[in-house]
């Protein structure tokens, strides 16, 4: 971490250690906190949840931090990806190799993407010109590591890759995660909270899809459960596919599972990350597969998850087979979702 006895304006461009945490847009500020290298590795998510009692923090205005910003290098790497499908896990493995700085969901990366969706619109607080410079200016900011040697690989919020068309740029690399929709569908309807998750953001996937195929087929208070579960993989799913170009790596989520080491290879080769077959059987053998991504706390492993999904089939198979009848009668009434189900292979059940 740098001196904190320097200029801000040194501080803030020599590395990392001052993280531009949040956005408010009422005040046209962002939160600045101090994170160290340890602290970034230890964060599931860069959201409020960091913002832990002593964390020195303060509010500072977009263009004062956008002052001192020009000529940060702006080569941040990305993992987009649907929801539950294994993101977390893959960004922390990928952060234990020395050239990669991992940041996991960075909040300000998520007010970015509810931006880009007004972007053009009457109702933007932004012009669509300073939307632009001020992606770069962000993307400045998400770029910054440690070391010259580290590249920053930046792992978004599941329902923030509305953002990715402005962040990827060309040359840009990529992952895009995700799963099939059985067992996505499996996966939401298996856990408490991501059924309550669920809940919350049905209505804001509703009016994405909606706005991204340009019609509105759906009412969201005749769809069911699973019909929603559904829903979620097709908006989520949908995003993906109208942000992906050639420096998008695609991977299911299941085929990671598979065979960890070898992806876990692939996926390093697309970030150009070295990563030898010892060092990757290393690291898909050791804790961070043992434990849950999100929680480190608490155990998990790919049994757990088989026996989890399995039961979700037994609990909620009359919900799982309206979600599946749904999927297939969007797919096919609507090119993009149809695309996304031809890219995941799905498979009823």
């Known amino acids: 971490m740098t001196d904190a006895r320097a200029p801000f304006a040194d501080r803030f461009r020599a590395d990392a250690s001052i993280f531009v945490q949040a956005y408010d ?8 906190a101090m994170m160290s290298e340890a602290d970034y590795r230890a964060a599931s998510f860069l959201d409020e949840r960091i913002m832990t009692q002593g964390r020195a923090a303060e509010w500072a205005g977009w263009d004062d931090l956008a002052a001192v910003s020009n000529g940060l290098r702006q080569d941040a790497q990305f993992i987009f990806h649907i929801g539950h499908v294994g993101s977390t896990l893959i960004a922390r493995l990928l952060g234990e190799l020395p050239g990669v700085l991992a940041l996991r969901e960075p ?16 109702e933007s607080p932004w012009s669509p010109e300073r939307f632009d410079r001020r992606v770069g200016d962000a993307l400045g900011w998400l770029s910054r590591t440690f070391r010259q040697e580290q590249r920053a690989l930046v792992k978004a919020t599941s329902f923030a890759s509305d953002v990715a068309p402005a962040v990827l740029r060309p040359g840009t690399k990529a992952l895009f995660l995700y799963v099939n ?16 998750e669920l809940a919350s953001l049905s209505a804001s996937r509703l009016t994405r899809l909606h706005e991204r195929i340009g019609a509105e087929p759906w009412r969201l208070w005749a769809l069911s459960t699973g019909e929603r579960a559904a829903l979620a993989w097709a908006c989520e799913m949908a995003a993906l596919e109208a942000a992906a170009n050639d420096d998008v790596l695609w991977m299911d989520f299941d085929a990671f599972l598979a065979t960890p080491a070898d992806v876990l290879m692939r996926i390093a080769g697309h970030f150009g990350e070295p990563l030898d077959a010892a060092e990757a059987t290393r690291l898909t053998s050791g804790p961070i597969m043992q434990r849950y991504s999100k929680a480190p706390e608490h155990g998990y492993s790919a049994e757990l998850r088989r026996e989890v999904l399995a039961q979700a089939e037994r609990d909620w198979a009359e919900e799982l087979d309206r979600g599946a009848r749904w999927i297939d009668a969007a797919g096919a009434d609507h090119d993009l979702i149809g695309r996304a189900l031809a890219r995941a292979a799905a498979k009823r059940g």
């Open 181 to 196: 929709p059985a067992t996505y569908m499996r996966t939401i309807l298996a856990g408490e909270n991501s059924v309550r």
């Open 107 to 122: 909040l300000i990366l998520r007010a970015l993407a509810e931006l880009a969706r007004l972007k053009g619109r009457a």
């Open 25 to 32: 847009s009422a005040t046209d500020q962002a939160l600045i």
